[in-house]
């Protein structure tokens, strides 16, 4: 299935760094989104990328959608305990909604 | 309101059984989709059902089907399990079917099924 390379692997950081992982393709997607996941839990989206070159905000979190539309990136400023977790990128191709082609997930853990 | 809601929670079999997952989408949501989800991997599409009728299916074998019922709500059917079917099964919905006016997809929490 379609491969969504997804950096780094784990992240081990202190409480209040900021944070900044990515997401690449080989395909063109036409939606970027970034989910969290808790243990036993399901995916959570944080934030949906719409449009190529577009910058989104929500709280601490800031992603973009790549001009070429096969790359995004996720930062979290001034990291917290909370804000760890899996962290996955995923791509929508064509209008079809609820099929999402999923990266690998970055680990975040942050020290107090 | 409640989110997307998927039973049994927790499941174990053993290879060669058969196994029924069921999801409840949010209340008129009329897309299902489910994922499956190998520990230490993003999830994987397995099928999407919109208004009863499959509108996608994955890269998944036979042993795996799926259906969707008049109020919307879906079964998973995986049969003759094998030890690599062991995953966290996810169900999402969203109100419809493409992804225009910035719809949603919303994930349950799974179904955690191990294979013994």
């Known amino acids: 299935g379609q491969q969504l390379n997804q950096s780094p692997q784990s992240m081990f950081i202190q409480e209040g760094e900021d944070v900044s992982m990515n997401c690449t393709s080989s395909s063109i997607f036409n939606t970027w989104l970034w989910y969290k996941q808790d243990p036993g839990e399901g995916p959570v989206l944080l934030i949906a990328?719409?449009?190529?070159?577009e910058l989104t905000s929500n709280g601490r979190l800031t992603a973009q959608f790549g001009i070429t539309r096969k790359d995004s990136f996720l930062n979290i400023s001034a990291s917290i305990p909370s804000d760890v977790g899996i962290y996955f990128c995923a791509g929508q191709r064509g209008s079809t909604l609820g099929r999402l082609y999923f990266g690998r997930g970055t680990q975040l853990t942050v020290w107090p | 309101d409640a989110g997307v809601t998927q039973s049994p929670t927790h499941l174990i079999k053993t290879r060669g059984q058969h196994v029924t997952l069921r999801c409840s989408p949010i209340s008129g949501h009329k897309s299902v989709s489910w994922y499956q989800q190998v520990l230490g991997q993003g999830p994987q599409f397995i099928f999407q059902y919109y208004e009863k009728e499959e509108r996608g299916r994955g890269n998944f074998p036979d042993r795996f089907s799926a259906r969707q019922f008049p109020n919307y709500s879906s079964e998973l059917n995986v049969n003759a399990l094998l030890l690599g079917d062991s995953a966290l099964y996810l169900c999402a919905s969203s109100s419809i079917f493409t992804g225009e006016n910035n719809e949603k997809l919303f994930f349950g929490s799974g179904t955690q099924l191990s294979v013994l």
């Open positions: 990328l719409y449009k190529a070159g």
